[in-house]
Every structure is written in C-alpha cells, then in structure tokens.
Nanobody, 125 residues
C-alpha cells in the first residue's frame, strides 16, 4: 500500500521561504509516473502547483508560482520536494503531494492515484 507522507509546512512572513517534502512509502519506481503538488485555499478550488515526471525530470508549474517555486525529486525517485521562495499571502493553502501516471499529471488530475494528507502553508503580510 503506497502512502505519501508530507512534511515541511508552516507559517512564514511574505518574502520568506519554505521547503516541502513528500516521501512515497511502499512505492516501487515506475518510469511512467509523475509526482507533484496541488494546493487548496479556503473557499477556492484545488489547483495544480507543480509536477515532475520521474523518468526525465520534466517539470511543469502553474503560472502564479513559476520563477518562485522549484519542484525536484531525489535520486531514488521516490520522494519529491517543493522549494518555495518569495512567498506571498496568496500562497496560503493546504498543499497536497500527489502521485500518478503520465507526463502531464498537473494538467490531467484524473491520473492521480495517490494523495497525501496535506500540509498547511500560511504566509502573513
């Protein structure tokens, strides 16, 4: 049974940085898979933030975070990270780690097979 375990959320002032981590326990690497991060703010729909394809490391980002956030994976390709710099109050949300198949996971959330429990990120002005 695959489980996604997130860590690294917290509270920070605008302009600050946080790094989220997600480890996939019980997971066996498949080169067709991607991992990434979605988020949901109160009263808003869940949205894709960033994804990375395990095989070739291709990444995708939502426009609002491009240039500020960086998604990466470990050498074993079982963990994914999200480095968040220059944080803004509008980045405040619960962030969810995801695992699924295909290159375009962020654009095709129906391919998500596992969700993490979520970690809270709060950015104050």
């Amino acid at each position: 049974q695959v489980q996604l375990v997130e860590s690294g959320g917290g509270s920070v002032q605008a302009g600050g940085s946080l790094r989220l981590s997600c480890a996939a326990s019980g997971y066996t690497y498949r080169n067709t898979d991607s991992m990434g991060w979605f988020r949901q703010a109160p009263g808003k729909e869940r949205e894709a933030v960033a994804c990375i394809h395990k095989s070739d490391g291709r990444t995708s980002y939502v426009d609002s975070v491009r240039g500020r956030f960086t998604v990466s994976q470990d050498s074993a390709k079982t963990s994914v990270y999200l480095q968040m710099n220059s944080l803004k109050p509008e980045d405040t949300a619960t962030y969810y780690c995801v695992l699924g198949y295909g290159v375009t996971l962020c654009q095709n959330p129906e391919r998500i097979e596992k969700w993490g429990q979520g970690t809270q990120v709060t950015v104050s002005s």
